[in-house]
Every structure is written in structure tokens, then in C-alpha cells.
């Protein structure tokens, strides 16, 4: 075999062991997240571990407040549902590409990208400073989450 198809052998036997990692430790969790008893739509909301060591997850809130977590792992090539059990804080912030209805005179109320006020209180915007919190049980599941009122 010459050195190019060697060359080759070993980049499809790393790209096709990449495609299977797997995370352990993982259970799925969804959930749904409300402010004032309203859904809370097109956000993102990210579980940061209390312990130094843990994997954080997040997810993006749906038009019903809906969001399922997928683990962040760094260098990963796919989504990992899930997240490992434990105590996290709860950060929730608004989606990079918001979306804001366009100016009714000179639309007929199509969406345009804009930066969107958040109606959220600060006290959940930041990792630091988040005064939401949620506990991850051994089999995961659903967490409803309420944004405490300031």
C-alpha cells in the first residue's frame, strides 16, 4: 500500500470513530420555562454545573417555552442529548439571532433580525449572578423552571 492510500485509511478510521462518540453519564432532560406564569419563547437557556469539574448543557426555548438540553462537549462532532445528574445553575439568555417584527409601515409584518429588549429579570442572565437553579435527578426527565419575579 503506498503512503497516499495509508494517508487515507487513517483519516477515514478517525472521521468514522469520531461519528460515534459517546458521552457517559448523560440522561435526557426537557423541560419548560416560564416568567410570570407565560412561556418563555426564543431564548436560550444553559444548566452550568455547580461542581468545576461537570458538563454544561443548553437548549432554546420553543414558541411554548419547550426546550430539550444537549450536552456542550468541547471538540465534539455531534449533539449530545443530555446532560450529567447533579445541581446546575440555570442561565437564561436571549438568542444571538432574535428576531423583532419589522416596522409595520414599511412591511406587512414580515421578520427582519434585530436586537430584541429583554424582558427577562438580569438576575438569570448571568452565570455569576443567576438566582435560578435546578437539580438533575439520577434518571433525568422533565424540569419545569419558573423565573423567579425580582
Not at 448523560?26 to 416560564?34: A, F, I, N, S
Not at 423583532?100 to 449572578?129: F, H, K, R, W
Request: glycine content about 10%; aromatic content about 4%; proline content about 9%.
Amino acid at each position: 500500500m503506498n503512503t497516499r492510500n495509508a494517508c487515507w485509511c487513517i483519516v477515514i478510521t478517525l472521521l468514522s470513530g469520531c461519528s460515534g462518540e459517546s458521552v457517559p453519564g448523560l440522561v435526557p432532560v426537557e423541560g419548560r420555562l416560564t416568567f410570570q406564569g407565560k412561556p418563555v419563547v426564543n431564548k436560550s437557556v444553559r444548566f452550568v454545573p455547580m461542581q468545576a469539574t461537570g458538563i454544561s448543557s443548553q437548549g432554546q426555548t420553543d414558541s411554548d417555552g419547550k426546550f430539550r438540553l444537549l450536552a456542550i462537549v468541547s471538540g465534539a462532532m455531534k449533539d449530545h442529548p443530555g446532560i450529567p445528574p447533579g445541581r446546575y445553575r440555570v442561565v437564561v439568555v436571549d438568542s444571538v439571532f432574535s428576531l423583532a417584527p419589522a416596522n409595520s409601515e414599511s412591511s406587512d409584518g414580515a421578520m427582519i433580525p434585530g436586537l430584541v429588549a429583554s424582558e427577562l429579570p438580569t438576575s438569570v442572565q448571568s452565570e455569576a449572578t443567576s438566582t435560578l437553579f435546578a437539580d438533575v435527578p439520577a434518571n433525568g426527565g422533565t424540569i419545569d423552571l419558573e423565573i423567579p419575579s425580582p
